[in-house]
Every structure is written in C-alpha cells, then in structure tokens.
C-alpha cells in the first residue's frame, strides 16, 4: 500500500465524500443546536466519518450560528480532532520506557511493514491510521499496540502481524 502524509484538511484532494447535511443536521438535533454543545457535536461527527471536513465545519457553523474561524480554532487545537481522512481501524503503539525496553520499535517496524504506512500516516484505502503514543497505562503488558480502543499486549513481531489482519 502506499502512503500519504497528513495534508490540509481542505486540500485533501483523494475525493472522500464528506458528510452529508442530512446527516450533520441530525447529529445538531441531538444536541437541541445548542451552540454549546460544539465539541460534542465535532466529537460525533468525527466518531462517525472519522475526520472533520471543511463541508461538515461549514454546516455546523451555520447551523449552530458559530463563526468558522472558532470551529476551526476549536478543531485544531484539539487532538482530539483531525481535519484530514482517518482509517476505519486507528492503531497506537506504545512507546513508552516499558514497551520501548520491551521491543516497541520492533512493533512499529512491523506495522509499518504491513500496513505501508508512518507514524502520523493513514493508508491510502483508508483501512489504518498509525500513531505512536508516549503511554498507554498498561506497561506490565508491554509492548502494547491499541486499536479502536481495544488493547493487544507482550507483542511480538509475529503476534503484530496476526492482530493487524484480524481487523477487516
């Protein structure tokens, strides 16, 4: 696979549909359209589409009536967000002392040997996006690799392989 590095969030240019409005407005319904409700809103969005378009920031400042340089503000300052394309499936490694001195870096190269990509990288079919983490709490189990949320630990190299093609 190849990869790509992290662009702009309005010069993705990979023609991924954005969310449409139908469904933005239903997730600012839940919310009563409360302006004050605009990170739960960007959260949901996100969950969902896995990034934060310039179209879905567009409605929700209309719809909410919040100016899009806030919403934009609030999106980057927040890593929480990401305002380019996102994999379905959102791999961590832990790099960590523990995981480190336990054979994270072998970890990662195996990742990154499978899935084509970097840390910071998402896949071009947009199956995996890789992070590295400094610490995900559960250094008895290192090195661990988390993905979706689900942590898998005491990786080898092998078992990393195994973990990543269980995943669609």
């Keep these: 696979m190849c990869s790509r590095e992290p662009r702009d969030w309005d010069e993705t240019g990979l023609g991924i549909p954005a969310m449409n409005d139908d469904r933005i407005d239903a997730i600012i319904d839940n919310h009563h359209g409360e302006a004050s409700s605009l990170i739960q809103v960007l959260l949901d969005i996100q969950s969902e589409d896995h990034w934060l378009s310039k179209e879905a920031l567009s409605r929700v400042s209309e719809r909410l009536e919040v100016p899009l340089r806030r919403i934009q503000h609030i999106a980057t300052f927040y890593k929480a967000f990401s305002l380019s394309p996102k994999g379905r499936h959102e791999v961590h490694i832990c790099m960590g002392t523990a995981c480190h001195v336990r054979g994270a870096g072998r970890v990662l190269e195996k ?49 990393t392989t195994d973990v990543l093609q269980s995943y669609e």
């Design 111 to 159: 990742v990154e040997h499978v899935t084509g990509i970097g840390p910071g990288e998402t896949d071009l079919d947009l199956k995996f996006s890789l992070e590295t983490v400094n610490c995900l709490g559960c250094c008895a189990l290192g090195p661990v690799m988390e993905i979706d949320g689900t942590t898998h630990g005491r990786l080898s190299a092998a078992d």
